[in-house]
Each structure stands twice: as C-alpha cells, then as structure tokens.
C-alpha cells in the first residue's frame, strides 16, 4: 500500500500529498512542511519531503556502499610501498 | 629516526578509509591518491606530534582535510574524467547497488557544499563520531550535527525530486531510490 502511494506521488505529486496525510505515522514537529500558512500546498513541487524516514535510510545505506566500495579496495601498492619507505629511514 | 612498527601498521590501517574520504572529497581517484599520498609524506614527517594511544584515525582524517581545503578544493570543480576513472576504479556489484543509482546519488552528492559533504561523509561513513568530526573539520559538535541534517534533507529532495518529472530511462531507478519500488 505504502508502496503504491509513493509511485502515486511520483505520477502525480499535486493531488498525492492528500492521499498521502492519514497514513502518516511521524509526530507532527517531525512532518516536512508541505502546506504555508494559508492551507495551500507550500512547495508542490517537493512531495517527496514526506518519504523522510526511507529515503533517509537509503541515503545511509548508499552512502555507505559507496564509501565501503572504495575501503575494500586496501591499501594501493605505492602508498604502501610509500609508508614502509618512510618509516625505516633514519 | 625509524617509525615504531605498530604506529606504522595503525597508519597503514587507516589508509583504506582515508582514502575512500579522499576520493568522496574529490571525486577523482588521482588526485585523491595524491591527497593521501601527501597526507602520508606530512603525518611521518611530523609523527613525532601524535600522542600514541590518541586517536590515529581522526589524526590523519584532520591532516588530509587540511590540505585538502588548502590546495584541493580550489580546484574541485575540474570535474573532468572524474566519471569515467571512478567507474573503471570501482567493481560493479549488482547484486548490492545498481551501477546507475550509485552514479546517480555520487551525482546528488557532489551537489552539497562542502562542509556538509564532509560533515555527512564522516559521521554517515567513516563512523566517527560527533566529536571526532568536529575536531577533524575545526568546528563545534553543534555545528556538524547541523550540517549533517542539511545534507540529508538535501540529498533527500534531490534524489526524490529528480524522480517526479522524469519519464526516461533513469526513471525507474529513481523510483527505487526513492523508496517506491516498480510500479
């Protein structure tokens, strides 16, 4: 269901962030902000503000792909042969 | 002088992860070994100002930012083979990230000022904590907590909105990204 919504929202994000309200399980300090003061939609063009939690867990997840990509990769032969050089000189 | 072999294996050690930070920072595998290569020449020079049993890691992450932010960013822009060499540097694993959605959130990275790629890529992905980064960057806890959150809901809005009006090929990867999956 969840699911469905969001490629909803994606089609079409004006009328999604409506259906989109009574599901949300986020304190209301912690909703984006997606309406001005004046009940109309703030920034229709921004509904994706309210998949917070799961993009937010995304962002960690490829972050860390994209760091541990690199990490994997040890250490590159001429550092190393740098850093053992280095450190038997007198 | 000769180096004590154990503060040289917890320099070797650090290598691997400094040098994910490096290539993070400059987006281009050359200049970032050059970076680390750099670091190395300055932190063995002047070894003698770590304090054994302090924190090497954050030493050496504070020595590359450093000259990193002196020399290097100047010139980050200069994005010119940084795809194409990145690519080629990196063993595609499908079955963990999609090669165009990897690309696609370097991409919306690349996009965040500095200080917050910096702040995010340190707590996100280094694993330090508050502390240590705000040491490494020069600034106060307070100070990267924020930036880390701007980032977030930064990298957030990019990555999702690029997905709404988009109806090529990317599209479905966005979606993905986004959290929705294929409809």
């Known amino acids: ?90 | 002088m000769k180096l004590d072999p154990a503060i040289r294996d917890q320099v070797l050690a650090t290598v691997p992860s400094l040098r994910a930070f490096a290539i993070s920072l400059c987006g281009n595998i050359d200049r970032a070994d050059d970076l680390v290569q750099e670091t190395m020449l300055r932190a063995l020079s002047h070894i003698d100002s770590f304090e054994p049993g302090t924190n090497m890691p954050a030493w050496l992450f504070t020595i590359l930012r450093n000259l990193f932010r002196s020399e290097y960013r100047k010139r980050r822009r200069e994005v010119e083979d940084a795809d194409g060499r990145y690519a080629e540097t990196l063993k595609s694993h499908p079955e963990q990230t999609g090669r165009v959605e990897f690309e696609e959130f370097r991409t919306a990275l690349a996009k965040l000022p500095s200080d917050q790629q910096e702040a995010l890529i340190l707590v996100g992905a280094s694993g330090f904590s508050y502390e240590d980064a705000a040491s490494i960057c020069g600034c106060a806890v307070g100070t990267i907590k924020s930036r880390v959150n701007r980032a977030r809901t930064r990298l957030a809005d990019l990555l999702a909105i690029d997905g709404v009006d988009d109806f090529g090929p990317d599209r479905a990867t966005r979606a993905v990204l986004a959290g929705g999956g294929r409809s």
């Open chain 1, 1 to 90: 269901m969840a699911e469905r919504r969001k490629n909803e929202e994606m089609k079409n994000p004006k009328t999604s962030l409506d259906a989109a309200e009574p599901e949300s399980d986020m304190p209301d300090s912690d909703k984006p902000r997606t309406r001005d003061s004046m009940g109309k939609p703030a920034t229709p063009q921004k509904p994706d503000a309210r998949l917070g939690r799961e993009v937010q867990a995304r962002i960690g997840q490829q972050l860390r792909a994209m760091y541990d990509e690199i990490v994997n990769q040890g250490v590159p032969q001429h550092i190393n042969d740098l850093i053992r050089r280095l450190s038997d000189q007198d």
